[in-house]
Each structure stands twice: as C-alpha cells, then as structure tokens.
C-alpha cells in the first residue's frame, strides 16, 4: 500500500474510531455521558466496513464470522471518540473551515490522480467527501488538542544541563578512516604501502574487506565512541590526528586507521534533541493523566449483547470473558 493509499485508508478507520453519535433511532447500544449510541449506528458502520475492499473479497461465511468482533470494534472506536470530542469540546477546541480546507487540498496533492482520483477513492471504500472533511476536521481538532499538553511543558536549562552531562559520554566521538583486513600480515603490508607514500582511500577501495569499503572510500566519519568496538577505540588515545595505527584487532579483523581526531558534540548542538525529548515525555505523562481522570469521571454504559465495558483499558470486553455475558443495558 503506497503512503498516499494509507493516509486515505486512515479515512475508514476514522469513520469507525472518529465519528460522532448521530442520534440514529433504533435500540441503544450505549451511553456516554448520557449522549446515546444507537445499535443502528454501530450496525451501518460495520455494513460499511464489510463493504470495504479489506473484507469485499473475503467467503460470505468469514465475512458472517466477523460480525460480533466488527461490532465490538465499531462500538469501541465510538465511545473512545465520543469521550474524546465531549472533552475537546469542553476545550472549547474547533477546526476552521480554512483549516480544513487545506488539509482536504494537501490529500488531493498526495493523491495521484488529483481530486478526481481522491473523491473516486473515497466512493470505493464508501465515504462521501463530506464524511472525509469531518475525519479531517476531527483529525485537526485532535492534534490541536494534543498540542495543549505539549504547551504545559515547562524545561529549565538546568534540567537539560544536567541531563547533558549524565549523558556526556554519549556525546564523545571520534573520526576515522579504516582499512579492514583478514590477517595481521596483511595489514602490515598495507601500512608499509602507506609509509611508501601511497593514498589511503585508493588503498582501502583496492584492499579492504569492509563491505563499504568501495562507496566510502575507507571513510567512517565521525561516531559516538560508545558504539564501536573499545579494541578498535583504545589504541587511538595515544595517536595524533593524521597518525596511521594499527594492525588493530577486532572481531572482525585486522584494522589499519587513519586517526582524525576525538569530538564532543556540544550541549548547544545536542540540546534541541533534549528538549524535544524531556518534552515528549512529559507531554505523553500528561495525556496519560488526562485520560485515567476522563476515564474516572466518565460514565458508559453498553448493552449487553456486545459486552462489557472496562474503563481501566477503555476496551469493550467480550460477552464470554465478563461472567456470562452480563453487561448494563
């Protein structure tokens, strides 16, 4: 499936995880918050998706077979949605129609094809361009919402500080060039090559074993010196850069290095990649905290024929793991 084909796809399963109680008549199938889901909705959405192309080819028989745990899905995906909209709503979070109308423009431009192409695609897996634009919007409102955590995040430059130097040896690194030979006899004769005055890297595309050897040129650049191998590392605290060291052993052979020097990397260099970091983090930590408080303050009730609901997981439990069947009406 092709990135554009997936993002599109991410439609359906916005259809099933996103949408809205429409108020449909019918039997409840459940109630959050005292807004309704009625059995009908739940029964159109799982008709849709046994329309759709990933379940269209499939036996009658195995589409039957998929009915209950289809339903559970649906039904699942609606109450998640639900209690998610009511507290973007109670944010008082909205997705403008500008703002919608450039994310409907950037799928058309990811789509080959153009909007002919995208509305054709929407028709086969069986949204109307109006459902697409509602999951887009619910998609923005979303993110928006997921963003109000991230501004919470407060990080002070001691704690980066402080982080950084935790981490300091991570960020100590060394350049080289190699030449990886089988034997320490060949190695040796490749330094002597190099002390009559041939060139390294036409020495290394010739003679190395390294797989890399004819792209790079023998070149490593600069890497973290925890990553590499301490036998190949030790033997150049002693060399200045340009020296040649070696025959150096590892597991993989006899080495024969071109020492350009030891770095580390800056905390102004690394310092955006930690912030980011402890951000993200924090951010994660406070959506969490969200969730469990939404989840306590919340109040669902599911029929019974699709099971039970567990508000530590938001997950419906099926009929046969929840004591018979029993479940709130």
């Not at 799982?46 to 745990?69: C, G, I, K, M, T």
């Not at 109450?79 to 109308?101: F, K, M, N, Y």
């Not at 407060?154 to 704690?159: A, F, H, L, Q, T």
């Not at 792209?215 to 190949?232: H, M, Q, R, T």
Request: glycine fraction near 8%; proline fraction near 4%.
């Amino acid at each position: 499936m092709s990135h554009r084909s997936f993002r599109l796809a991410g439609l359906v399963v916005g259809v099933l995880l996103l949408g809205a109680c429409s108020g449909v008549s019918g039997d409840v199938a459940a109630v959050v918050n005292g807004e309704e889901i009625s059995v009908d909705e739940v029964e159109a959405l799982v008709r849709r998706q046994l329309a759709s192309p990933q379940f269209a080819e499939l036996p009658q028989d195995q589409r039957v077979a998929q009915v209950d745990s289809l339903q559970q899905q649906v039904l699942q995906g609606l109450i998640q949605s639900e209690l998610l909209e009511g507290a973007i709503r109670e944010a008082g979070i909205t997705a403008t129609d500008a703002e919608v109308e450039e994310r409907w423009q950037t799928e058309i431009a990811l789509q080959e094809g153009g909007e002919e192409a995208l509305l054709a695609l929407l028709d086969e897996i069986g949204l109307t361009e109006e459902e697409a634009r509602e999951q887009l919007a619910s998609r923005i409102r979303q993110e928006k919402f997921q963003a109000s955590f991230d501004e919470q995040v407060e990080i002070s430059e001691d704690e980066l500080r402080a982080l950084y130097e935790e981490r300091r040896s991570q960020y100590d690194q060394v350049e080289t060039a190699h030449i990886l030979l089988e034997t320490r006899e060949e190695a040796q004769a490749v330094i002597n090559l190099l002390e009559s005055g041939q060139d390294f890297n036409e020495l290394a595309a010739a003679r190395s074993i390294d797989p890399s050897a004819q792209a790079n040129l023998g070149e490593l650049g600069s890497i973290p010196v925890n990553s590499l191998d301490p036998g190949y590392v030790e033997p150049l605290r002693d060399a200045a850069p340009g020296d040649i060291v070696g025959p150096v052993e590892t597991q993989f052979g006899f080495h024969v290095i071109r020492f350009d020097g030891f770095e580390t990397r800056s905390f102004e260099e690394v310092e955006p990649e930690l912030r980011e970091e402890l951000a993200g983090g924090r951010s994660e930590e406070g959506y969490r905290a969200f969730v469990t408080d939404l989840l306590d303050r919340s109040e669902v009730e599911i029929s019974s024929r699709f099971g039970s609901w567990d508000p530590t997981t938001a997950a419906i439990l099926p009929p046969e793991t929840v004591g018979g069947g029993s479940g709130n009406a």
